[in-house]
């Protein structure tokens, strides 16, 4: 881990007392603007951030974690933080969370204002404005100052860092293929996240199942869009215009809404149409009648993953640890939407 510059290690460079860089980088009238500005260069420089809070000063630790969500609505990321306060606890930190609203500012501003002393490392889900805008300067930034992140579920390639995901492509390839094997031979595609990373792997798995059983794309059943307006709507004309057996949903409110219309335009589920959905909520299993088949995602256990990956980092002694991507495998959880194989 990169160490972040001292006040101490300030005034030893520069050849001035702690007292002085400390005064000079609150301002303090007594401290002339040239060596101001010369003490305040030097720190930007070497990666120096206040600490608003009493550290241990023996080994700079807080002790706890910041976690960064973009959504306390969605039962996925309940799940997943559930599973990091349990091991953070077991192993004796404490955990901060902050939600981004899937907005870039607010991920850019909670960032900034934690990694300030206030934590020791951050545990994250990227925003759906920063995947929109491919907007990961920020993150980078961090991590280069120092403070490690682990990224999970919507995570950023091109920035290193550990990183915790499920195997959409592959799920969604086998869900597909589920339907297939049941029979289904007109598989629409919801997904109201296409501007999402795992909303991109999941609708790749899905085409790579029609291609597998030379099964030819049909564009009018497939709805991609990044937004749930109207969602209810362009579902409702895509099954007033296609003849459909099968449904593949990408996200819960989308699978919500594939069997809810899908019932109301007169369709016996699962008889003459199966529905699959990416979904980890008590809405998905226990709520809908007929239960939804679901991909579960394992929240708890991505939590408990990445928690165990940041605070392994935290407490090595190593340098440069290489960066690890786990990859958790999703399950397929049979309940009364979709046909049972014969």
Do not use: W
Not at 31 to 49: F, G, P, W
Not at 62 to 79: C, D, E, H, Q
Not at 86 to 109: F, P, Q, R
Not at 254 to 280: E, Q, R, T
């Amino acid at each position: 881990m990169k160490v972040k510059a001292t006040l101490k290690q300030i005034a030893k460079e520069l050849n001035v007392s702690v007292s002085t860089v400390s005064k000079a980088l609150n301002d303090s009238p007594e401290i002339s603007e040239q060596t101001k500005i010369k003490i305040k260069e030097y720190a930007k420089l070497k990666n120096y951030k206040p600490n608003v809070i009493g550290l241990n000063l023996k080994n700079r630790k807080t002790k706890t974690i910041g976690v960064i969500i973009p959504n306390i609505l969605n039962s996925f990321f309940a799940k997943v933080f559930s599973g990091i306060e349990k091991v953070a606890d077991e192993n004796g930190y404490n955990v901060i969370t902050c939600i981004s609203n899937e907005s870039l500012e607010k991920e850019i501003h909670t960032l900034d204002m934690l990694s300030n002393g206030t934590i020791d490392g951050f545990i994250m889900s990227v925003s759906e404005e920063a995947q929109k805008k491919q907007e990961y300067k920020h993150i980078a930034d961090i991590i280069n100052d120092g403070t490690p992140i682990v990224m999970f579920d919507r995570i950023a390639e091109e920035v290193n860092c550990d990183k915790v995901v499920v195997d959409d492509f592959d799920s969604a390839l086998d869900a597909t293929q589920h339907l297939i094997d049941i029979g289904c031979k007109n598989i629409a595609l919801f997904s109201s996240i296409d501007n999402l990373s795992v909303g991109k792997l999941r609708a790749e798995g899905y085409l790579k199942a029609l291609e597998n059983n030379n099964i030819p794309v049909n564009e009018n059943i497939i709805l991609r869009t990044d937004t749930e307006e109207g969602l209810n709507d362009k579902i409702e004309n895509i099954f007033d215009n296609n003849k459909i057996d099968g449904v593949f949903t990408l996200d819960e409110n989308d699978s919500v809404a594939a069997l809810k219309i899908g019932l109301k335009k007169g369709y016996s589920i699962p008889d003459n149409l199966s529905i699959i959905g990416f979904a980890d909520g008590i809405l998905a299993s226990r709520r809908l009648s007929p239960s939804l088949t679901t991909v579960s995602q394992h929240g708890v256990e991505i939590g408990e993953v990445a928690v165990k990956l940041l605070i392994d980092r935290l407490e090595s002694k190593e340098e440069d640890i290489p960066y690890k991507t786990v990859v958790i495998k999703t399950v397929l959880k049979e309940r009364e939407s979709s046909r049972k194989l014969n």
